[in-house]
Every structure is written in C-alpha cells, then in structure tokens.
C-alpha cells in the first residue's frame, strides 16, 4: 500500500480500467445468465416449427402429450397479453398468460397459497380460475377464493405462486397464469378448432431412459417439420432481443479484453521502470519470494480494488434497469451471483498470472552494477509491450466500426420508416371483450361506425382498422396453390384490413389495386399480398386473378400487390404475407388507423370525444402517432446503440491512454541514448525518424489487425440476424481515421520531448 501510495496514477488508472470493463462484462453476464442460458429447470426440451417463431397448434400439444413416450411430461403456453385485472376497487394493469395444467408441475413450482392450476380447470364446462403471483395477490390484498375481474370477465383465485417464479417466458413475466381454455378473453375462440393456427410454445420433460433424438423421431410421425431444441436454443432463435444481448456482449467483452492489455501493459512498464529498485532490494538480501510477494501485493490491490468497483457499478445499473418501466421485466429473473462473477474473476486471475510470469522473467537475475550503469535504451524485448499496443488499436477498430454500423442501420430504418406519413397517422388499439362483447357481427358493425364517426371528424383525410398493429405483429399460418397441393406450403403472415387501410398507410401498389367497398360488404374471398408472397407462390408471372389456399380455410383470388406496409419490423427481412377484407373475420382487437391534416392535441380531442359517444367504459383507449410505434418497434436497437457508442468512445479514449504512456515511458527510456546521438553530431529529425521507424510498425499491426478483425466478424452478423448490420468498408475506413489521429499524437509525444532535450543537462545526470 506505500508503493501504491508513492504512485498513486498507476492505482487509480488501473482501477477504473478494471472496474468500468468488469463492470460492463458482469452486468451483460448476468443478463444474459439470466434470459438466456440459465434454464428454468433442468431436463427440459422444446419441440417448435421453424418457420412459426417456435410456435405450435393445440393438436400438436395434445399429440405430443398422449402419443410421445419420451416425453414423461408436456405443458403448453401461450404468448400472454396485457390485461386489466380488478378486485373490487383496486384495478391493476398486468400481463395474463394462458397455460396448460402440468405447467407448474412440469418447472417444479410449489404453491405458496392455495393450490395450483389441475386438469379439471382447463375442460369446457369448468368455472374460469386463475393463480396469481404473490406479490399481486399481496397487493391487491386477496385470499385465495376470492373473485377478480379480468377484461371484465370474472375469476376466481385457487392460489398463488413465488414472487420469484420467472416461469417459461422471460420476456412477458406475466404476473396471472389461467387455463388455455380461458383464453378467449383475449384470443380469437378459434384457436381451439383451426387446425392451422399455431400459438403455444411447448415444453416437456423427457422420460429417464429417452433420448433426444428418440423423441425427436417420434414427434415427426405426426408432423416431419418439427424440431426439438433446448431452452438456450429457442430463445436465441426466436428472441432478437436475445440475439442482441449476445452482441453487446461480445462488444463488451472486447472492452473488457482491452481494459485488461492496458492494465497488463501499464504494470510490465511500471515493473521496467522499478528494475533498479528491484536489483537493490537483491543486493541487500532480499529473495525472490519476497519481490512476487510485493508485486502480487500491489497488483492484487489493484485487482480488488478494481472488481469491486465494477461489482458495485454493475449492481447499480441492475438497480437502475429495474426502475426503468421499459426494462424492469427483463431483469426480474436477473441477479449478480457467483454463477455471474466467478467467470470475470477467473479471467483477471488468469491475466495476473500470466502478467507474472512475464514480469519475473523481466525482474530475474538483475545486476545491481550493470543497471545502474545501463542506458536503459528500448530494444527488441520490448516487442510484448508493442503488441499489446497493437490489440489495443485493432479491439478499439472493431467497437468503433461495430458502433458506426449499428447507427447506420439506425439511420436507414427511420429513412425507411420516412416512406410513409408517420407524423399524420394516429393508432388506437381498441379490444371490444372490454366491452363483453364476443359475436363477430357486432363487432364489424361497430368497427364501422366509429371509422365512419372518425372520418367526419375535421382535419381527418382517412380512417381504416386493422388486426395487425403496425411493426409489432400479425397473424401467421400456410398458403399453398390449389393446383399443386403436394407441394411445401408456404409459410406466411396474414391481417384482416378495411378497404382504405392502404391508402391511409401510404402504401404503394405494384399490381392491381386494394379492396372495394363492396367486396368487404359481400364478405368477398379476394385477397391482397405483398411482392415477398408474390414472388414466393409466382415468381414468373403475375399473380393478378390467381388464387391460393389458406389452409384449412377457403380459396382467395389475389387482387392486389403492394410493396410495403409497415406491418414487419423495420429491417427486417420481408416475409411473404396476405391481407383480407375485416368482414370474413372481425377480430375482437383491433388498430384504428386516423391520417391527419396535422397532428395536434386539439385534434386527438376531438377524436377522444367522437370516440366516447361508442365507447361505453369511463376512460376511452389512447391515441399515439405513428412515430411513436417507429421508436417503439425501434427501441432495443437505439439502446443497443447508445450502448455500443458509449464502448467504442471509451475504448477509444483507453487505446490513446496507452498510447501516452508507452509513448513518455519510451522516451524516458531514449533520453540519454538521445541526448549521446546529438552530442556526436546527430540531428533531432534523425531522431524522430528513428523513433517513427521504431514504433510505426506497431500501428500499423495494429489498424491492419483490426480491418481482419471487422471483416471477421461480417459473418456472424449474418448468423444472428440482428437488426442491424455488419461493418462496410466505409465503416471500417470512418473508424481506423480517429484511431490514426490517436496513433500520430501517442508517436509524437516522444518526438517533441526529443525536440526539446537539453544535451548537457542530461549526459550530466548519472
């Protein structure tokens, strides 16, 4: 601690390069730990569908249930919603997801009050029952027994279950599980007899003597599409959020890999600047045990101080996250515990190790005469110290070009978003099981009344409704051509639209033209589909007045190909997808669409009011822009974003840090060889050639290593499917500028301590 004191920049230098990377590394572990590795129990496998986001049908549940003897047990769940949840006075928005009734058993939850859900709840006939988090249960002060509302429609709660229980679906958190059959209140009623509409995601524990393969084999005996996969596997898959977690945490790493070069480079020069110190303490006696002690001391020091600030740091982001409404259900299954940490401290154990090793072979055998009699001059065993610097530059290359690509991709989703009039278009997401409402034609028939009571509103220009609510999701299911039906079907998205539902979006039609009045009042089968289906199903010719199969439903003759709607994630890759006129299925929850003159609060008023006269509840739904759904659908990517800047800067500014410091160590080292050179005739350029000579070789190892490091990873960018994209060459180019400029100031930091050098003063000094 007193040889720390004496230099405390080395100290504090080392501890905030250490603890910002340890922390960065700890914090994105954990989440990933915790989201993405950790299983919620072991044993566990997912049969999916490749093409359906993972997802299955409820025949597919029932079959791998009664005809799977790998499968010991087998539960299903659906993707949830948001519900309004009530007990008396006390209303609460929350998040309600469907699942079978060996759900809890399969993930060996125990209740906490009550009892859990049984077969007996999920039959027809049975009275609707729920099971609560305990934490809701406590807020909402409940014994199990009592009644709640739920969109309106009653329950009553058997129990509870852990405030801890993460459950299968991470991302959700639902804090209400009911039986699939009580679904209803918020998916369509057909979900239990279209055989071709997927929306659970199974789960099953295989039998003692099975084999993954065995129930793989099995399972395709009633559908050869399936796959089998572990809970790692299906959410990386099917979970961009997920995928995008991974990249940060390989940024992060990087951070994490240069934090530790420059605290690997800093503690070799400061043991270079203490040999003589060293060779002393031998000359008076001292042992080799004794000098690894003092270095393992200090450095030790450092790396405790180090890693507990970042343990700290990272605890305090965790903490923060969990306050943010848009990131505290991620993290909820999140925690820093030793199966987080232990990986981190390895990893600095390891360095300090290695760190060692080659320090004591810097330290071994020192002269006490031939030191204090030595120039000191940097020579070729330096060549360690210009390769860290060489890994500095080429990690610091890869986080600048990795953060200048994702802003791009940033930059070309909003100019892709700019096609259409997302500042004069208004969403409004109306359920009418709010209302208690669950007979289709009531449903159209008001869905058409408010679009025509909004259209007379002043300032409107256009009015539609939709299934699909832009850039968050739609429906999905097959399609196959009547005249080949032993072919693959196509796997592809669907929404039910009203006819100006095009228009008011600002979509372009390739062919054809969208639906007529008429046809949505004749409930006519034609159908529009997008370019991505269009090419799909009739890649030579034009599909204007041909037909296609939505199985199992009926045939649809195409009218229409547009190019875009906005109805995919921006970025994203176009899937094929149809669209059909709202009248041949009104689903309960719709997105109204309002193209406005201008938006403004005066209007949204107006719309409020032209609204309340339908809508019979106290509080009316929202309106939000259409800008505000881009941000929406936008918003990991701009915080993976912002994240990624914030890494590449810093290591930027880490790289310079290391830079100046080899750079001065150097020149302290050169003074006198230097000042020897002028006193015999040499000039301060010939020694600035020299000292370029010297060193530019390591730049230039180090800008070239980190263009093969960006063009390395072009690949994975491709296998994570990201929404974003791989560093160009115009990134790499954008990103190995700042770091030249860097590279040319370290260079010559040396340079103008030479120009300055007074020859006497230095070769008088011993």
Known sequence: MRSLRSRPAYLLIGVLLLGTGSAGLLLIGALLDGLLVRPPAAGLVFPHLPLTSGRLGLSTYTRARDQVPSFSAVAAYDGGAGVELAAGERKERTQVQGISPGYFSLLGAAPVRGRLLEESDDRAEAEPVAVLREDLLR????????????????????????????????????????????????????????????????AARLAPAATPERALEELRRFDRRIELTTFTGLRFRYDVRARTLLLLGGALSALFLLALCNLFLLTLLRAFTRRRDVALRFALGARESDVAAWFWGELGVVVALGLAFGYSAARALLSQLGRVSETSVLVRAVSLDLRSVAPVVAVCVGAIWCLWRVARAQLQGNDLHTLLAEGAAVSSRHTLTRTLLAVQLALAALLLSLSLASWSALRAHREEASRFPTGRVLLLDADVRLLGWREPERAAAFYERVIAALRGVPGVLGCAAASLSPLVGTGSGTVHLPEDQQKE????????????????????????????????????????????????????????????????????????????????????????????????????????????????????????????????????????????????????????????????????????????????????????????????????????????QLYAPTAVLGLSLGGLLVWGTRPVFHWLEVPTEAPSLQHLILALAPLAVITLLGLAAPIWRLRRLDVCRTLSLD
Not at 167 to 192: E, H
């Open 139 to 202: 807020r909402l002060q409940l014994e199990p027994g009592a009644s709640v509302l739920i969109n309106s429609h009653p329950f009553r709660v058997v129990g509870s279950v852990a405030t801890r229980f993460a459950g299968l679906d991470r991302q959700a958190w639902p804090s209400v599980w009911i039986p699939l059959r009580a679904t209803s209140l918020y998916q369509p009623s057909q979900v239990f007899t279209r055989e071709g509409t997927v929306w659970l995601t199974l």
């Open 489 to 692: 079907a196509l796997w592809t998205l669907y929404g039910f639209v009203s006819p100006d539902y095009f228009t008011t979006l600002g979509s372009h039609f390739e062919q054809g033209r969208p639906f007529l009045a008429e046809e949505q009042r004749q409930k006519a089968e034609v159908a529009v589909i997008n370019q991505a289906m269009a090419e799909a199903l009739w890649p030579s010719s034009s599909p204007i007045g041909k037909s296609f199969v939505s199985w199992p439903g009926p045939r649809f003759s195409v009218v229409g190909v547009v190019d875009h709607t906005l109805s995919q994630a921006l970025g994203s890759e176009r899937k094929p997808q149809f669209y059909l006129p709202l009248t041949l299925d009104p689903q309960p929850r719709m997105t109204f669409l309002v193209q406005v003159e201008r938006d403004s609060a005066q209007l949204r008023q107006a719309l409020t009011r032209q609204l309340s006269s339908w809508w019979p509840l106290p509080e009316p739904p929202s309106w939000r822009s259409l800008d505000d759904q881009v941000e929406y659908s936008q918003r990991d990517l701009s915080a993976a974003v912002r994240v990624l800047f914030g890494v590449a800067l810093f290591s930027a500014a880490v790289s310079a840090l290391g830079l100046y410091f080899f750079s001065s160590f150097s020149a302290a080292l050169a003074l006198k060889e230097a000042a020897l050179r002028l006193a015999l005739g040499a000039t301060w350029h010939a020694l600035a050639r020299r000292q370029i």
